[in-house]
């Protein structure tokens, strides 16, 4: 018999296995494109040539106070070290001097970044000549209210950002299973909202009725009709950002696109970009289906990890087995998570989540809607074996573990298998 050989990230490492020929359905790879010769040419020319908006440097002038945006250490990949040195340079070119800048990691409802984080996310250049601060949902006192959407939202958001002369959004773009896509809109909703503004906006991610669990417009590559992402999209036109820098990684992780200039339509250019290289097209869907999250930091914690089930499920039959691969090295964060799973049931689970809306309570509520479709088993550190359990994952140490108990839970001496090894980013299309 022929075999198949694999090493998938795991961690800040890598996992071997292997799979009979026979067996092996789809290798989910999406389509890769080269990083620019020149990071920083590239950087530049898309700054200075933007998509609908005049060059950065025309936007801003001297004496102004500028706020970047930063994403948070969960959002590691977007790998702002490298490109947030050059977004500070090209503004001292044109005028704006460090002490009028400030960068605000935009946590949401997420923890507090700590400063070695910062200089992680930022780079020790910026951070020994920019303030850089954590945004805080909790601190009522420093947000500024705005008004409501047209669903009811209530929009405040961090001072800092209300009361600055420019802002300027950074972040990255890959599949998100809420709202569509990540980056754009998100870096104020929740990036630099209230807690209040987060929850009310994130309801939408439920269905309209109690029992009926998560919305299912709520939902990887989902825009149009999407509510929870047409609300984010009103909170953030309140604030009307002067200017975005978004960019996209590719198959391995390496910067590849680069969209800069109006919020709203460099976003959009951006998610077309994701289309291309992450959107695969499947016609079946597998009895098991292996699923490395990509390594660190997109397996940091389950909670994270989540997306890469996600994904996994769209390629999994129903009934099937979803081993997914992620070492979970903060798997207790954020501390609320697990607290959901005291609930006895889904729907007291869901009416929990609906009394007081964190997105940790909607996560949850998708945790075990992938349970009740399949069985869930994760290759993790050993420590974090009892906690995974609480979340319906049954957790192992090894991937030689997870392969057995994938076989015997799937009842089929001669199963289907698809692998996915970028599956925090890769998603799964079954067409006819």
Known sequence: MNYREFSLKIGKGTTSFSIPESQLLYEL???NRPPPDDLTATYRHALDHPID??????IVKPGERVVITVSDITRGWQRNELTLPLLIDYLNEAGIRDEDITVIIAVGAHRQ?????????CSAKVCHRIRVVNHNAWDTDNMVYYGTTSRGTEVSVNRLVAEADRVILTGGVIYHYMVGYGGGRKSIMPGVSSLKTIQQSHMWAMARTVGDGSNPLAANMKTAGNPAHEDMMEVAAFIKPDFIVNVVPNLDG???GFFAGNWVSAWQAATRLVDEIFGVPIKEQAD?????????PKDINLYQAQKTIDNGVYAMKPGGVVILLAECPDIEEPSEFFDWFDNETL????KAVRANFLISGWVAVRQLEYVNSGYMIMVTHENNIELARKAGVHGVAT???ALQLAYEKCGNGNPTVTVMPQGAN???ILTP
């Open 29 to 31: 790879v999406g389509n």
């Open 53 to 58: 908006s005049p060059p950065l440097r025309q």
């Open 113 to 121: 970044n700590s400063p070695d984080e910062f200089v992680e996310l």
């Open 254 to 256: 390496e910067l590849t």
């Open 288 to 296: 098991i289906v292996i699923a490395s999250a990509g390594g660190y």
């Open 347 to 350: 729907v007291d689970l869901e």
């Open 399 to 401: 991937i030689e573990e």
């Open 426 to 428: 890769t998603f799964p």
